[in-house]
């Protein structure tokens, strides 16, 4: 089946620096998703990207489509203590697999303050 | 406007017991899904749906059965419970050309 490989699997940053992640992928996907998970909660999508090189921004977040359509990354600017919890990518191919999220491992994110 | 709504939120079952997950959304979703989610591997497909009275597999189907009558529902059934599936399980649905979709709050289930 298809693999997406996520990282970093956690980081632990100071209040104010920005973050990277980013995913790879061993095969081609057509939409890319980005969601935060809070404790005891389900996953909550930030940003969707749908073409290849599309760079797509949501407050202090930004996600980018990679030209390959194998990767993405997310980035979070200045970063606060509600920024905690676990990021996750996903991806989705086309055709059948319409419908089907492939997801990365996850981000675990801890901001000190 | 709940959203998507998964009963119960806790459950403890012992081996071999059977039991069945559920999940309801009132946002006339086509599609829905089953997720788990186990440390350190992100969230796997169970099984999902495209529709009333369609189903397909995902990554990891094998001890789940699912069925979808309605469009508002879409239960997961675990035949006969094994430590294996202790896990924390996701509902999710989400609307034609809507690609990102909407989860559920989760339950968390230990098999004892």
């Known amino acids: 089946g298809q693999q997406l490989n996520q990282s970093p699997q956690s980081m632990f940053i100071q209040e104010g620096e920005d973050v990277s992640m980013n995913c790879t992928s061993s095969s081609i996907f057509n939409t890319w998703l980005w969601y935060k998970q809070d404790p005891g909660e389900g996953p909550v999508l930030l940003i969707a990207?749908?073409?290849?090189?599309e760079l797509t921004s949501n407050g202090r977040l930004t996600a980018q489509f990679g030209i390959t359509r194998k990767d993405s990354f997310l980035n979070i600017s200045a970063s606060i203590p509600s920024d905690v919890g676990i990021y996750f990518c996903?991806?989705?191919?086309?055709?059948?697999?319409?419908?089907?999220?492939?997801f990365g491992q996850g981000t675990i994110l801890t901001v000190h303050p | 406007n709940a959203g998507v709504t998964q009963t119960p939120k806790f459950q403890v079952l012992k081996t071999g017991q059977s039991m069945t997950l559920q999940c309801a959304q009132d946002?006339?979703?086509?599609?829905m899904s089953w997720y788990r989610q186990d440390p350190g591997m992100g969230l796997r497909l169970i099984h999902y749906?495209?529709?009333?009275?369609?189903?397909d597999q995902g990554e990891v189907p094998n001890g789940y059965n699912v069925s979808r009558s309605t469009t508002e529902d879409f239960p997961l059934r675990l035949l006969s419970a094994a430590p294996s599936q202790t896990s924390v399980y996701f509902c999710a649905s989400h609307a034609t050309g809507d690609y990102g979709y909407t989860f559920g709050s989760g339950t968390r289930l230990t098999v004892v």
């Open positions: 946002m006339n979703h086509e599609y």
């Open positions: 749906s495209v529709g009333a009275g369609i189903t």
């Open positions: 996903a991806g989705r191919a086309g055709g059948t697999s319409y419908g089907k999220l492939t």
């Open positions: 990207l749908y073409k290849a090189g």
